[in-house]
Structure formats: C-alpha cells, structure tokens
C-alpha cells in the first residue's frame, strides 16, 4: 500500500512539473519580460523603439510612427479600404531598389519585346498573304507597341519584395485595359498547347489543360489570361467533389487578386473581370485553326466552344456565352520565362491527389520538425512564406496548391508567386482546416502578417467589408456573394485562434517572428537550385 502510495506521488509530482514546465513558465517569461501576446484585438502596438513604435523587420524603414490605433471615429463614414491603406501598416517603406532588387531593366524589357513586336507584325503579313490567296478575308487589327504601357510599367515593377509596390500607379491602369481594351488576338494557353490533344483519361488529376482557357492578346500587346465562367455566384462545391476535381471559377480569381492585396502580400498578379464577345473578340480574331473547330451554336443559339483536350471535347463540356457575350476573368501575364526564369517547387504540403491516398503531414503532426531541416527550408524566409500562402489559401478555401513558383534571380529570398487561385471560394459554409496545416504544425507566423491580420479583425477595419469595398470596383461585380464574404471574418478568427495556441504553448518569442532574415548564402543559379534538389 505504502509503495502504490509513493507511485502515485511521483506520477502527480511529474505531471505538475511538466504543467509548470510547458505552460506556466512561458506565461511568467513573458510576463516578466514585459512583452504580451500581440494576438489578441487589445494589444495591437508594435515594438517600441527609441521612443517610436517601428516594424521590427529586416531591411525595411518607415518614414512614420506605426502604432496600430483606432481611429479617433471608428463608426464614422468613408471608405474603409482608404483607411487601411492609409495606416501606417501599409505605408512601410523599401530602401531604394537597385538593378538587383529589381527583376528586369528597363532596355533588356524592351529590346526582348520590340523582337517580339517584329516578329508578331512579319507573323500577321504572312498571314494575311496566306489568307489572301485563300481568298479568306481577315480583319486586320491595328497593334501598337507603347513604352508607357500599363502592362510595360507593371513587369518594370516587379522587384524582390513583391509583384508590385503599394503606390503603383500602373496596376489600376491595367485592371482597367484587362476589362476593356481591344482584343486582336486570340489562342489556346501554351500549357494546352503542350497536350496535343493528347489526355490520358485514367489519369485522377487532369492536366492543366483540361480547364478552360485562352490567351488573349490586347491591341497595346499586352497579354492576358482568361478564364470563362463555368458556374453562377450561388452555386457552391458539391459535397460528393474530389478538391482535385473542382470546377475553376473565374469569380475566385478576381477575389484572390483583391484579397492578396488587401493582406499585403501582392503576389497575385493583376486580375479584372470582362464581359467577352465569344464570336466577335474570340472565334473571328483567331488563327489558331484548332481553337476554331471547337466553336458551335447550341440549341439556344448561344455561341459556345469547348477544350481542346480529347476526352472533354464534347458540347456538354462547352462553355456557352448568352447569346455571344461570356463572363470571365482576365489575369495578367507576368513576364516572359526567357526573359525571367521561373522555377516550380512541390509545395511540402502537397496532398495525395488520390481518392484514398493520404501524405505524411497529414498523419505526422511533427512533420514540420522534418521540413525545418531540409534545404531551403532551415534557414532564410522561404517556410515563412510557406505560412503567408497557407493562411492565403485557408482564406480562400483553396486545397490545391501542389507547387508553387519564384523568381529565379531572387534566388531562396525571393517571394512565392501564388498563382492559379480558381479553385477557392467553392464552399462558404466549410472551413477546411487542413489548409492551415503549416501553420498549426510549424507554430511560426512572420509579425507583419499577424499585425494585418489583427487589424483585419477590428470592426473598423474589418476584412469582409475591405474586401466588399474593393470588389466594387470590378466590371464584373458583385463578384463574391455575401455569404463568401462573411465566411472571411470566421476564418480570420480562426488563423488567429491557431497563432493564440502556439503563443500559449510555445511563447511569443519562438512563435512571431522577424520579417527578412538576412540570407547567409549567395543567391544560387537556377543550375545550382537544381542540382541542389
């Protein structure tokens, strides 16, 4: 009895050293220390320096004192989104960008593209030739190559720190051109080019081809992307959908654009919603002779067409305009591979894309202990950004994300482009969790994105009516429905829910981080990121 008795008092002695271990002691550290939780709505100050509060992030300076308050009229009227990005959160300034900060100069952009201009011009008289003799009459478009053009001045922008800076004027000029410029040309997208026609039906993810969509080119040469709409505002995912066999929304496009903005990131590029003539800005300034051959008239005499791939190239996988016009979303090309090289990385969270298969992060809650010290992923800020694209992606519902892209010249510094957002806002009513597995397994969150977050989360700024505000301003709106935009606030809650829990069980000093860690290596060559993978 005596010994069960001397048992039992160890087994309690261990138990509340281990509670004061993990979850007191990080509690009295931070206390004592005199540094509080910034996750929750009261505590939203940064840093104190010399006085003034200032962004602890690497490499970056502020012309202002940034302490997150409210305003001295929170429930007054005027436009919320100015207000946000009219606080100092969003006015932090980059040093001034030399030649390597910045991905192109501007005689290499323009020299590569006046070839290209040459060689478009030698293409379309030889085509007209062609069609001439052919006693085929083509319309001709004039084409014009502008230096000051908004999709011009937009590549000049790109730089190591995002797509665009938060004062570049060429960005709305662009959205604006995307939603109502002349189109004069029109083709399949290189990637469907690359199939042939050729599609592997046993294939459980389709390739990239597979979904619906042409590149448009604009009468000041520009290029965009476009994406037709496939289903209407209300319609959500079906229960019974495979996240891997998800329709692609255009609308999701459009609002991934704004949302990405709106937090900060400015890693998608540009994207507006357009009302498109099928017959008139598609099937009649073609020539691509495949793309024409998929064009039909439906029993409703609508204009319809449909992919080239052979195992959808039936009329009940035809995308139909009303009788001609067709909505869809319009993203902007980034610049060239030739010009700036792109590399594609499976993203460490990439899922099993099978219908019983399942990956290691999603049985393996020590997963991250793993990535953490694999290559690039032990040091710099590339698992960081990993994170930022996980909270991105849970805001927005999107479970397929299996890779991602950067900038080669910016070597493991560089952002992540987060491309190819069609596949969010499906269900407004769910919140997939496993989305947010990056940050619920690494416990680690960049302190400038948690303090938009948290800002995101007072009623004056509150995110669903930020981005209400901005999708306003599409052609195409309302581009989201109100159940969608509400679905945001809930899952804000949640991310800073999830940040609440690592604090408490780790501490704040392992868990909010500093912005840009300085690298210790050279950034690598494309060669030398390859070999190294």
């Not at 010994?3 to 993990?22: C, E, K, M």
């Not at 505590?43 to 602890?56: D, H």
């Not at 965009?224 to 209300?234: G, L, S, T």
């Not at 501490?507 to 909010?512: K, L, M, S």
Request: charged share 25%; hydrophobic share 40%.
């Amino acid at each position: 009895m005596r010994r069960d008795r001397l048992l039992l008092a160890a087994t309690l002695t261990a138990i509340l050293s281990a509670d004061l271990y993990f979850i007191l002691l990080p509690k009295l550290r931070s206390v004592g220390s005199g540094e509080f939780c910034s996750c929750g709505p009261d505590n939203l100050s940064l840093p104190v320096q010399g006085g003034l509060a200032t962004p602890r992030l690497y490499n970056w300076t502020s012309s202002a004192a940034l302490v997150l308050r409210t305003p001295a009229d929170p429930t007054g009227g005027g436009s919320k989104m100015e207000r946000l990005f009219a606080h100092p959160l969003y006015n932090i300034q980059t040093p001034a960008l030399g030649p390597e900060e910045r991905l192109l100069q501007a005689e290499q952009l323009m020299d590569y593209y006046r070839r290209k201009v040459s060689r478009w011009e030698r293409h379309m008289k030889l085509y007209s030739e062609a069609a001439a003799l052919n006693n085929i009459t083509v319309t001709q478009h004039k084409v014009t190559f502008d230096p000051d053009a908004s999709w011009l001045k937009f590549h000049l922008g790109i730089s190591r720190y995002a797509l665009y800076s938060r004062d570049d004027l060429a960005v709305p000029r662009l959205l604006k051109d995307m939603g109502s410029m002349e189109i004069v040309n029109a083709d399949y997208t290189q990637d469907e080019k690359a199939l042939k026609g050729a599609c592997d039906c046993t294939q459980v993810v389709k390739p990239s081809g597979h979904h619906l969509k042409l590149a448009l080119k604009m009468q000041n040469f520009a290029k965009a992307m476009f994406k037709p709409m496939r289903q209407q505002r209300d319609d959500q995912t079906p229960e019974d959908f495979f996240y891997f066999v998800d329709f692609q929304r255009h609308n999701a496009e459009i609002a991934a654009f704004h949302l990405d903005r709106i937090l900060d990131f400015r890693r998608v590029p540009p994207v507006a919603g357009r009302l498109v003539n099928v017959t008139g800005e598609v099937l009649q300034v073609t020539q691509t002779d495949d793309l024409r051959a998929v064009f039909f008239t439906s029993p409703a005499n609508n204009t319809c067409f449909f992919a080239k791939c052979l195992y959808v190239c039936k009329t009940e996988y035809a995308v139909c305009g009303s009788p001609d016009l067709l909505e869809g979303s319009m993203s902007a090309y980034l610049p060239g591979l030739s010009i700036s090289p792109r590399i594609s990385i499976p993203n460490p969270w990439v899922r099993s894309y099978t219908f019983a298969g399942q990956e290691e992060w999603e049985a393996n809650p020590f997963y991250c202990d793993t990535i953490k010290k694999l290559y690039p992923y032990n040091s710099g800020n590339r698992l960081l950004n990993i994170i930022d694209m996980s909270i991105f992606d849970f805001l927005t519902g999107n479970m397929d994300r299996h890779h991602y892209e950067v900038f080669t010249k910016f070597g493991d510094e560089g952002f992540l482009l987060h491309l190819d957002n069609a596949r969010g806002f499906g269900k407004h009513a769910q919140d997939e969790m496993s989305i947010l597995a990056p940050l619920t397994q690494c416990c680690m969150i960049k302190r400038s994105t948690l303090l938009r977050l948290q800002l995101l989360a007072q009623p004056e700024f509150r995110l669903s009516d930020v981005m209400r505000e901005s999708l306003e301003g599409d052609p195409l709106r309302p581009v989201l429905t109100e159940p969608h935009l509400l679905a945001l606030d809930r899952r804000l809650q949640t991310i800073l829910r999830g940040v609440r829990r690592c604090v408490r069980r780790l501490g704040e000093e392992e868990v909010i981080t500093k912005d840009f860690v300085k690298s210790t290596e050279r950034p690598q060559t494309v060669t030398a990121m390859e070999m190294t993978r």
